[in-house]
């Protein structure tokens, strides 16, 4: 064995002296340039996702997960971005704390980005960690005022609630003549904070709040917290609550009898709001974050291939939630061909296109596409510009 | 024949020139590879330090910037405001800083997030969990209790022991969330801020929870009940402390006349006078940010020896009511200052007091406000800091010389004596 060995060994050398020293020095450097030129490191795109999406919210985390998923199904089925894939990691807020989930995504599992949000408590939590780490995070899904505010590192798809209450109390003023609107908010989504807002909003068009009332989390019964605000004679209603928690205001006002208008932010445009208020849900004014007829024919894929896959309808969470990946997608696909980081990648996005129409990033990485206003007819929410049509 | 080296070299050059113009080729190859790579790496790490969100060569910012930049002149103009040049020194890379603490021994401890670094002697040591010498992956926080260094994570607590590396002691010690913000010794206590309340631990007390001893009694049924006592949240202060989300904390006294313990939180900022119970919400006075307009996060808070300061993302805010009075005159009211003021910048992201001189570390770099005129700190040499995300002093009372910078690419310092 040894003996072989020791022969192998002179073969070997016997067969290298046939090489200069020059010729046997290309070897390593072959191998190093070989080494140095390949990238080892994997394309693939890790995205993380951080969602409540088991607790009172998931009817619209679901849907807005959904249309991620379909934005995700779409790119990587044409191939990817710059020969990478999209991959997600959900992390579900409900079942584990947002801090931990975030913290995880970012420093274990080394996503590039975070997608999602929703309440605005969770927003700030990701918002805040996605910062100190310099990470991007985008949401599609939390309208509150304050994200992504005076932030480096945070981005909003979504119209956000001071654009959706301008919107809404300039409408009210216009189409109603709403002088004396009367809030009712819930303590834990919208807040003090936002009645607060849109408080400072109606005295711009003239109007006068008669009274803002807030009820907590679990509250049922909403008869006497109406009673209080109706004894101030309001000439309209304007919710800023949840979808189920809207639902009911909506149906127990009308039963008391008040047939003035009713308006409500965002949540009143959601499937949840329009299944639970039923008939109810008639005449109801909203905000939507867009108008659905806005992206044409590309919106009408969407819903198409949206229901096909899910059995269902999509409504603005899903396509919101789309519309997010593929900003992203856009935002990845310009990182070689500009030479920048994710983020910066993402700060110049000032136009787009997208299946909801065109929007862009101002300087605060706001969504600044205007809200839309709807009409609830027959349980469908109709954009004011197209009423006439039904 | 050859006989002289010089025909020998001749010889061997013309039979191997073939080999000679491969090697070479490959070499000059692989010097261009090299250059390109680092040179595309440079650009790429230039980048990522740019802070702002959109791009100075885009028009829309340019026009933007100018804005600002006449208001910041205006407000100069009609304040008398006067900048000032002075020396920075080098940057000493390291990842970006979370938190800087310099101990009795002049080490200067960083907290980044990578892990923790030390400057001892000019040598910058790292701990991180690549080396096995820290057990997470990153530092929010770091402090120093004489005895040990206390190194806070989004993953836990650690301290840095005798055999030079930080060990895990987050089983050792009853936390209500493994999520550190903050970690504070007040020369008694040492008080840790989570993401789900404050807790405090006396000295006697860590040696205790260090070696295994879970409770100061050492019966068992009492150790739950003991443990819970130390944890300051939202339901254990009947809701005098707003919110649990804790981030900062702070301990102010007045000498002879009151303490102080300062959280900021979620919801704004919580100051509890230790003179009363933290279970009666009557101890608390809080500053809410729906009601007094405070930008959320609070990035950092001082105490100037009567009032007590914030740094937010929108300026930096007075409490109007000094500290002193907030027992029977408590008001919300705030002063505020911005970039119309004249700062560098409205975001606010570390502060600290010396010598009647507030130093502020902001997202546009280094100013400091000095019988009510800012200043705007810039470079005579070395590179003045942009994203300055942890400022911290060296020294003890009069004795104080350095004012350490934290950045998102290092650390450096400046000599407070020559900006005086």
């Known amino acids: 064995m040894k003996s072989t060995l020791k022969k192998s060994y ?97 420093y274990k599992d080394k996503v590039s980005i975070i997608v999602g949000g929703f309440s605005s408590e969770d927003t700030r939590i990701i918002q805040y960690l996605s910062e100190k780490a310099l990470i991007p995070f985008l949401t599609g899904i939390c309208t509150h005022f304050e994200t992504a505010k005076a932030t480096a590192y945070t981005f909003r798809t979504i119209t956000d609630d001071q654009h959706q209450f301008e919107a809404l109390s300039a409408h009210s003023s216009n189409r109603y003549q709403v002088k004396r609107p009367a809030i009712i908010y819930d303590n834990d989504l919208y807040g003090a904070e936002s009645a607060q807002r849109y408080i400072e909003i109606c005295s711009k068009h003239s109007q006068q709040v008669t009274n803002a009332v807030s009820f907590p989390k679990g509250t049922i019964n909403f008869r006497d917290y109406l009673g209080s605000l109706f004894k101030t004679k309001p000439d309209s209603l304007v919710i800023l609550a949840p979808a189920a928690d809207s639902a009911l205001i909506v149906r127990q006002a009308k039963d008391i009898g008040f047939n003035k208008p009713i308006l409500g932010a965002n949540q009143c445009a959601s499937r949840e709001f329009l299944h639970l208020a039923g008939a109810y ?30 059995g269902y309808k999509a409504d603005f969470d899903a396509a919101t939630g789309y519309e997010s990946i593929m900003i992203l997608a856009l935002a990845l696909k310009s990182i070689p061909e500009n030479n920048l980081n994710l983020r910066d990648s993402l700060a110049t996005l000032q136009v787009w296109d997208s299946i909801i129409g065109s929007g862009g990033f101002d300087n605060d990485g706001n969504q600044v596409r205007p809200a839309e206003i709807a009409i609830i007819k027959e349980r469908q929410t109709i954009p004011i510009s197209m009423e006439e049509l039904f | 024949m050859i006989n002289t080296p010089y025909e020998k070299k001749k010889k061997y050059f013309s039979t191997n020139k073939t080999a000679t113009t ?48 006449s208001i910041k002149h205006f407000s100069a103009e009609n304040r008398g405001q006067k900048n000032i040049s002075i020396a920075f020194s080098q940057i000493l890379a390291t990842p970006p800083v ?139 202060t009947n809701n005098g402390l707003r919110s649990s989300w804790c981030t900062k904390i702070a301990r102010y006294s007045i000498p002879a006349h009151s303490n102080w313990l300062a959280v900021t939180h979620d919801n704004g900022l919580s100051v509890l006078n230790l003179a009363f119970p933290a279970a009666d919400p009557r101890s608390w006075k809080n500053i809410d940010h729906a ?58 992201n570390s502060m600290v007091y010396h010598k009647n001189t507030i130093w502020l570390g902001t997202s546009n770099g280094l100013a400091r406000l000095r019988n009510n005129q800012i200043q705007i700190i810039s470079d005579i040499s070395g590179k003045k800091p942009e994203n300055i995300r942890k400022l911290a002093l060296q020294g003890d009372g009069d004795n104080i010389t350095l004012l350490w910078i934290g950045t998102d690419s290092g650390i450096q310092f400046i000599n407070l004596q020559t900006a005086d």
């Open chain 2, 22 to 69: 491969i090697f070479v080729t490959i070499l000059v190859i692989a010097i261009l590879v090299f250059i390109f790579k680092s040179t595309n790496h440079k650009k790429n790490d230039s980048l990522q330090i740019s802070k702002y969100k959109s791009f100075s060569n885009t028009p829309q910012i340019n026009s933007n910037k100018k804005t600002l930049e």
């Open chain 2, 98 to 236: 979370n938190d800087i603490k310099v101990d009795q021994y002049k080490r200067v401890w960083i907290a980044t997030e990578k892990g923790v670094y030390k400057l001892e002697n000019d040598e910058l040591t790292a701990f991180t969990q690549e080396n096995g010498k820290y057990p997470f992956s990153q530092a929010t926080c770091i402090e120093s209790d004489g005895k040990y260094i206390w190194a806070g994570s989004l993953f836990g607590i650690c301290r840095f022991n005798e055999s030079g590396k930080f060990v895990n002691e987050t089983n050792s010690f009853p936390l209500p969330s493994n999520v550190i913000w903050d970690v504070l010794w007040d020369g008694e206590q040492l008080w840790i801020s989570t993401q789900k309340g404050v807790a405090f631990f006396k000295s006697s007390r860590i040696d205790n929870l260090i070696n295994g001893i879970t409770s100061d009694n050492t019966t068992e049924d009492n150790s739950t009940e003991d443990n819970a006592a130390h944890i300051l949240d939202k339901t254990t």
């Open chain 1, 281 to 310: 849900s008639e005449s109801v004014v909203t905000t939507l974050p867009y108008n659905p007829r806005a992206g044409g024919q590309k919106f009408d894929s969407f819903l198409s291939e949206y229901q096909e896959t899910y």
């Open chain 1, 10 to 106: 002179k073969k070997i050398r016997r067969y290298l002296k046939k090489f200069d020293r020059f010729q046997i020095l290309t070897i390593p450097v072959i191998i190093l340039l070989i080494v140095f030129s390949i990238d080892f490191s994997s394309k693939n795109i890790k995205v993380g996702i951080v969602l409540p999406l088991s607790g009172n919210f998931s009817s619209r985390t679901q849907s807005h997960l959904n249309g991620i998923k379909l934005a995700v199904k779409h790119i990587n089925d044409l191939g990817g971005i710059n020969k990478g894939n999209i991959i997600l990691k959900i992390k579900d807020c409900d079942k584990i704390d947002t801090a931990e989930a975030t913290r995880d995504l970012i």
């Open chain 2, 291 to 348: 009601k007094s307009y405070i930008s959320r996060p609070i990035h950092d808070m001082i105490y100037d020896g009567s009032n007590i300061w914030l740094g937010t993302p929108t300026g930096l805010m007075m409490i109007n009511t000094k500290l002193r009075d907030f027992p029977g005159n408590f008001s919300t009211e705030m002063i505020s200052f911005s970039e119309l003021h004249g700062l560098p910048s409205n975001n606010i």
